[in-house]
């Protein structure tokens, strides 16, 4: 695996994180960095925290404490919208897409391409559409269908699709093959791949244990909303990285 | 309508495109086409049973300026129930706004001088109905969108409070003579003549024709697939033929003899023997027709529509996506409060009179009218041609029976049964197609 730079400004780093839903501190003063071109893992139990995490990045959450610093400088995210302006994209477990719309449209839900006039411009949403998915998921012919009608591999690469086209630099992936089969998930673990010698740096939030020792460069492990320890996953086996997500044991290289 | 089978029907056999079936070429909507086979089946039965009454010009033409107001406000409804919001204020929402209207021409504007017949009456009564209506509409959605209240509770609670503002604003009383260039958007009051409605059929059928035209040419251009030529003949010329079809009926319809003879009085002039003149389109039912198109291009081609669709379908997609979904709550209760005030004037305008009682149970009208015309109440799906088809339905049989002489508790209990009736016809369906 290639190495990564982590010399330069960290392209995100998130200082202190910390959010308190109703007295619980979903996630306690967390912090994390990621660097141009890493794939950094999240790893914990459900209910960890992780995806909590994430979504004071996305914009989904205003966090109760920490900052946020984008390539050095200090970022004001306060909502979805904040967050796509600094070119974070964000893949959604629940893929967070309207169903009984079809794909151009979720694709651009949001920044729909419009016409002179002001229009929603279709076609042209519908091109770029089929140009992306050409890309992506060759296979894909559902275009005129809503989402609710296509399978589960269809469907996130729709929520996939929509994350990569905007030209992402940092993206976030929230289990993304959760609900894929063999062949889908080797297709988004391959997308990752391309995506990370893009330049991109990428969050994944990921359960198996495989796919974060094939794709991660490093994995930061969350417990009880707390940070366990961040290990470079060339350093450490498998079992290390499961003692840390059930027992909390940190391994010797950990930090 | 009649002419959509027999065009399609003649090209069936032709081998030209064998495996497309004849419904995937033409493209069109089940619904559409159950709903309208619905309403040609209701219109054929009453006709029959009414020995041909009811397929008449005159009541072709008194129907049509019937359903005008509920139909404005069920294209408004549609957006309300696509966002999986109900919005049971708009009879009382039409009545404040209709009261406000006709205190401003009886009573406050004469106070400030403008008498009734005043060119800058109708204008200023009817703008204020319209005001009163869109600010009521925003604060209900504010009330829904920022304060989280249920709009549900919201508009039950305005169903309550507007209706009834408005009575004390009246004293009770029914209000009238109204302003005669206001009583024009009534209906039969107001007509563009026969040769005005042949010059609005004309560019309602240019409209459609190149509506299929630039359709076809966009997909074109993007090298999509397109329907064969054929079928888009055959649905620009079914468009053609009810547009044109609609106004010849509605000119066929003669104004009586005794209001020819006041409208020529009234200009000092004697009715030539023999001579008689069509009403033409009604100024309400041209209103309704401009509502219709707008929402349908800011339901199909604007950020505004793809946001309530996409807001319905997924209010955490949407809201992820970074649309303002509180924003687009207000939005859509505005536009809601504007058709109300809209209604308001073309039903105060047709009843010439404003009654504390107007708009009554048009709440239910309305959610029925959207309802049957296939608005999802889980929100996410809907259409404005099907809300105005609801309502034209709704009318149709209501009025259709009081022809026949069905009784009036009968009327409620039929126009009921076919409310549940019709909801589970298009549940049905979804299951078998899939659609949810």
């Known amino acids: 695996m290639m190495t990564v730079d982590r010399t330069g400004t960290p392209l995100v780093e998130m ?128 275009f005129k269908d809503p989402v609710s009608a296509l399978s589960g591999g269809q469907r996130q690469s729709v929520a996939i699709a929509r994350a990569v086209y905007f030209n992402a630099k940092i993206l976030i992936m929230d289990e993304p093959t959760a609900a894929l089969g063999p062949q889908e998930t080797e297709m988004v673990a391959e997308l990752v791949q391309e995506l990370k010698n893009q330049g991109l740096g990428i969050f994944l939030i990921e359960h198996d244990i495989h796919n974060v020792m094939k794709l991660c460069d490093r994995a930061m492990v969350m417990k009880n909303g707390a940070r366990v320890g961040t290990v470079d996953v060339d350093k450490v086996t498998d079992d290390d990285i499961l003692g840390m997500i059930i027992m909390g044991k940190k391994p010797p290289s950990a930090y | 309508m009649s002419d959509t089978p027999r065009t399609s029907g003649g090209t069936t056999g032709q081998a030209g495109a064998p495996q497309r079936s004849l419904m995937q070429s033409l493209e069109l909507d089940m619904r559409l086409l159950g709903m309208i086979g619905a309403f040609v089946l209701i219109a054929l039965v009453f006709n029959f049973f009414t020995g041909g009454n009811f397929l008449s010009p005159r009541n072709i033409f008194n129907l049509t300026i019937q359903t005008v107001s509920v139909a404005i406000m069920a294209t408004g409804m549609v957006f309300v129930i696509v966002t999986r919001n109900i919005d049971l204020s708009v009879g009382a929402v039409l009545a404040i706004s209709s009261a406000m209207m006709a205190m401003m021409q009886a009573r406050w504007m004469p106070g400030w001088g403008v008498e009734l017949g005043s060119p800058v009456m109708a204008p200023v009564a009817m703008l204020t109905g319209l005001i009163i209506g869109t600010l009521i509409g925003a604060f209900n959605g504010y009330l829904i969108g920022y304060q989280k209240i249920p709009a549900f509770i919201v508009t039950l609670g305005g169903f309550l409070v507007w209706r009834y503002a408005g009575w004390y604003l009246t004293s009770g009383q029914t209000i009238a003579p109204l302003d005669g260039t206001f009583i024009l958007f009534g209906g039969a009051e107001g007509t563009l003549g026969e040769t005005l409605s042949w010059v609005v059929g004309g560019l309602a059928a240019l409209a459609a024709i190149y509506g299929v035209w ?37 000119n066929a319809y003669d104004i009586p003899k005794g209001k020819l003879r006041r409208m020529f009085e009234a200009r000092g002039e004697v009715v030539p023997d023999g001579f008689s003149q069509g009403h033409g389109l009604p100024i309400s039912v041209l209103i309704l027709i401009v509502v219709a198109i707008s929402m349908t291009v800011v339901a199909q081609k604007t950020r505004l529509g793809k946001y309530i669709f996409a807001t319905g379908g997924n209010p955490d997609a949407a809201e992820l996506s970074g649309i303002n979904t509180r924003l687009l709550t207000v939005k859509v209760f505005a536009i809601m409060g504007f058709l109300c005030g809209l209604s308001a004037i073309i039903a105060q305008a047709r009843l010439q009179s404003h009654a504390n009682d107007i708009g009554t149970l048009d709440e239910l009208r309305v959610i029925a009218a959207a309802v049957i015309g296939g608005t999802a109440l889980s929100g996410g799906a809907g259409t404005i041609y099907g809300a105005i088809l609801g309502a034209l339905i709704m009318q149709s049989l209501t009025s259709g029976m009081g022809m026949v002489g069905v009784d009036s508790p009968l009327q409620n209990i039929v126009v009921g049964s076919v409310l549940v009736f019709a909801v589970w016809i298009d549940i049905q369906y979804r299951k078998r197609t899939g659609v949810k």
């Open chain 1, 15 to 142: 200082r202190d994180m910390s959010i308190a839903f109703g007295g619980i501190r979903a996630v306690d003063n967390v912090s994390i960095d990621l660097f141009a071109g890493e794939v950094v893992g999240l790893l914990g139990h459900n209910g960890a925290g992780k995806s909590t995490l994430i979504k004071m990045l996305s914009g989904a959450y205003a966090p109760s404490h920490g900052e946020i610093f984008i390539e050095g400088q200090k970022a004001e995210i306060h909502n979805p919208r904040d967050a796509r302006h600094y070119n974070i994209e964000t893949i959604y477990q629940t893929l967070a897409l309207a169903d009984n719309l079809d794909a151009a449209s979720n694709l651009f839900l949001g920044r729909e391409l419009v016409t002179p006039l002001g229009f929603v411009d279709e076609a042209a949403m519908e091109a770029e559409t089929r140009k992306i998915m050409g890309r992506l998921n060759p296979n894909f012919q559902k």
């Open chain 2, 214 to 250: 630039s359709a076809r040419q966009n997909r074109l251009r993007h090298a999509f697939p397109v329907k064969p030529l054929w079928a888009e003949f055959a649905l620009g010329g079914a468009a053609v033929a009810t547009i044109l079809g609609f106004i010849a009926t509605l």
